[in-house]
């Protein structure tokens, strides 16, 4: 419990003293009008109050990310523990918080505008592709399981087809109304329920003295069941993405930078809203390894169990919380990842709106970018599962190096300390690199890939080469050109 304690107090400490140094780096305006106000158009662009804009964030960038992502991360043991702290604070908590900034200083422009104004139009056509794939793999990933999952609690004749259909007609509703009707009204109550849920299984363990078998006296070694063949580095650090850093959230901060009426709230959305994911992820990792009685039988555990970590969190919420905690349990997993699928839908249509420069303040231009969205989702849901979530982590986790990298471009720019995500993109790209060499599309077949000990040499190469490509540009740079503030 002790080790939980200090892990939770340094999060908290951490949003108010690395998080106060980086919005102070950043240069925040109070006075500098928003996009929410200067470029209203009652749909995309709607101010709104400060605390549903951070619900808004959690939700959207948490889904169950932080539950699932932090059950099979804690498989590796303490390990996670210290990536779920370090990584939040010094990593994911920065990439939103700077990525969401100069969206909001752009106008609230998307993930592969950004990109783009910082590393070049050919990188911001990749970025673009990228971040298109991505996101309809997360549209196409968080329908079916919710649609699973409902078909497992309704009548027989409502099948997964069904409620797959249903969800459909949601995300559309969502994509295609004023941000501020569907998802500002709805999405505060589940983003409170979310946390409220993680808050409770905190409490019990707390004050019930519930034991947390953490295993730091033992060491930092790897605990998971695969052994060798599931490293640490890289294999845990891209299990646990939304619960430490996750290039997903840079494309769903620019929604948010739209909606924000004032830039000195951008610590309290952006950072904090990744602060609070990491909490969410610590808080299950804990649970995890307390609830079956340590690493071995939490393996054993979720062996048993096809690996669903879904089962899990619906035993611990009804056993510890009763009731009413099944009834969390139930939200989580049905309406987390809806809220994530619908506001990816939403990200998309206005990525592609603003690639091709069509307004959509009208409803029938929104509607023409959306339907060949839906189109190609219901292509994937065709696509096996294990395939597209394999996908998903390889793409996740890589479009977070050219987020930092774009970062580290701006605030070189702006004459301000860019190593603050210069550090975060190094490690990124040697993490991202690593592991696509050692297991690509996330497997752990034994004999798949590259051996370990040359993809981590790959991936401090393209690291080292990504380093001095800018550092190179760096030097270059025109003294005189510098980012408005």
């Not at 929604?255 to 309290?268: F, Y």
């Not at 990744?274 to 555990?301: N, P, Q, R």
């Not at 809806?338 to 009208?362: C, E, F, H, V």
Request: glycine share 10%.
């Amino acid at each position: 419990m002790t080790s939980f304690l200090i892990a939770l107090v340094a999060l908290v400490a951490g949003y108010f003293l690395y998080g106060g140094m980086v919005e102070r780096i950043f240069k925040t305006d109070s006075n500098r009008p928003t996009p929410a106000k200067s470029m209203a158009d009652g749909i995309d662009y709607v101010a709104m109050p400060t605390w549903k804009v951070y619900l808004i964030q959690f939700l959207n960038i948490a889904g169950v990310g932080p539950i699932f992502g932090a059950i099979m991360g804690v498989m590796y043991g303490p390990a996670a523990f210290l990536w779920i702290v370090f990584g939040t604070i010094f990593a994911g908590a920065v990439h939103d918080f700077i990525s969401g900034m100069i969206s909001l200083r752009l106008g609230g422009k998307s993930l592969p505008e950004i990109v783009g104004s910082e590393l070049g139009k050919k990188i911001k056509l990749v970025m673009s592709v990228f971040t298109c794939i991505l996101l309809v793999m997360v549209i196409a990933v968080f329908v079916r399981t919710p649609a699973n999952l409902l078909a497992t609690l309704t009548p027989e004749h409502l099948d997964a087809t069904f409620w797959a259909v249903c969800i459909f007609l949601y995300y559309v509703l969502a994509t295609l109304l004023p941000v501020d009707k569907l998802i500002g009204n709805l999405y505060p109550l589940f983003g409170f329920a979310l946390l409220f849920m993680a808050v409770g299984i905190m409490g019990y363990m707390i004050f019930n003295g519930v034991e947390i078998p953490d295993g730091f006296s033992e060491g930092l070694f790897n605990r998971h069941p695969a052994g060798e063949a599931a490293p640490i580095f890289p294999m845990m650090c891209i299990s646990i993405a939304c619960g430490a850093i996750s290039g997903f959230h840079a494309t769903q901060s620019p929604m948010m930078a739209r909606c924000l009426n004032n830039e000195k709230h951008g610590r309290k959305v952006f950072y904090g809203a990744m602060v609070s994911e990491g909490i969410v992820a610590l808080i299950w990792a804990a649970a995890a390894i307390a609830f079956t009685g340590g690493y071995d039988h939490l393996a054993s555990y979720m062996a048993s169990n096809g690996q669903d970590a879904g089962i899990l969190v619906h035993e611990v919420c009804v056993k510890w919380l009763g009731a009413f905690g099944g009834v969390l349990a139930i939200l989580g997993v049905i309406a987390a990842p809806i809220t994530t699928g619908d506001t990816a839908m939403r990200s998309l249509r206005l990525i592609i709106a603003d690639a091709l420069g069509m307004s959509q303040k009208q409803f029938v231009k929104r509607l023409l970018v959306t339907l060949p969205i839906i189109a190609i989702s219901f292509v994937l849901l065709k696509v096996n599962f294990d395939i597209l979530w394999r996908y998903f982590a390889w793409c996740n986790q890589t479009l977070s190096i050219f987020t930092l990298w774009a970062c580290s471009v701006y605030l070189a720019k702006a004459k301000k300390a860019y190593l603050i995500t210069m550090i975060p993109a190094m490690f990124m790209t040697a993490l991202c690199v690593s592991f696509i060499c050692y297991a690509p599309l996330g497997a752990y077949t034994e004999g798949v890939g590259i051996p370990l000990g040359y993809a981590e040499a790959i991936g401090i190469f393209a690291m080292l080469i990504c380093t001095s490509l800018f550092l190179y540009w760096k030097r270059n740079l025109d003294p005189t050109s510098v980012v408005m503030d």
